[in-house]
């Protein structure tokens, strides 16, 4: 983007980036998982999660800063090439990974990158049934995709409300870094809430949060409050993120775990581009307030109102015969009669 002059170098740049994103997305969390467990620290899944997710937010507020800053004092094109550093230095520390035991023993079947990434395509419908619907993780996925859209689409409605506020735009870049902020601290409390409520009950929790928020950016016209009620949402995200992921990464072998963690994401993807332009009209047509409270309701508290009818209808039992997802430290198998 860096070196683009027309319009088409920039849609080029940005399938590309997007590709990119696709390929890594789901690898790092399952990385992190195979080492953990290669290591004997499996129990410490949900922390090096919170962590990885706190570590990544917190540099995002930084670059935020950073980035707003180059841009307004240098160029805006001195802050994409300045982009490229970070990345530089993840493709030189990737180069430095090894693959644990655990997936180095189905390696052989995988010899051909492009062969591989076919076959992934054709099998992942088959890999989503066999570790997601027969270990019962549907419906917390379910509910982790709709608690994400909930967020990608706060981050279309932020600008907007922040313009109806009357937010100065040289603050944006302060605001952005508030929310990334707001993000790493919350992904901290992940292990807690889990500790505290279990995996279904706190994404259940984490929905109805989401909803209240919803309702406060709809009808809030104070700057400073504003900001504190989207950094207030962001806490589905930091939560409630690594919350999925190690409910993933604990059920699911270790040659479909990263396709696993992929497929939520795409999953998001998706349900987030159905819903866009459903959101788009109802801010254009009924105004911003509307927007909000469509979100809050049919994707936050939806994804709550599924997961604990789900609970009630379908409760996962252990094989003592008490309801349980998941060990409350998070380092259990489940097992169902």
Partial sequence: MGA???KRHFQAAQLLLGMSDSLFSGTDAAVLYESLEKCGNKGRALHGESQAVFIAQA??????????????HVSLRSAMWLTCLPYTLALAIGLTLLETSGFRDHSHQQYNMWHSMLQSAFSLAQIVKKDLVNLNLGPEVLAGVLLGTTTYTAVWLFQPLWKRAGLPLGIYGWAWAGLNFSVATTALT???LQRTLRTRQALIFL?????ICYLFL????NQV???LAGCALYWVRGGGGPIVTNAI??????????SLLSARSMLTQAVFLLWTPAIGYVSSTMGLTWACVMTGVVLSMG???MLASFTLLYPQVTKNGHENFDDRDGSGVIEVN
């Fill in 4 to 6: 683009g002059n027309t």
């Fill in 59 to 72: 540099t995002e507020t930084m670059a935020s800063i950073l980035g707003g800053y180059v841009a307004s």
């Fill in 190 to 192: 992940a292990p807690i």
């Fill in 207 to 211: 929905g109805v949060w989401g909803g």
């Fill in 218 to 221: 709809g009808t809030l016209r």
């Fill in 225 to 227: 409050a504003l900001v």
């Fill in 249 to 258: 990464n604990r059920q699911a072998t270790p040659t479909h775990r990263a």
């Fill in 303 to 305: 994804a709550s109102t």
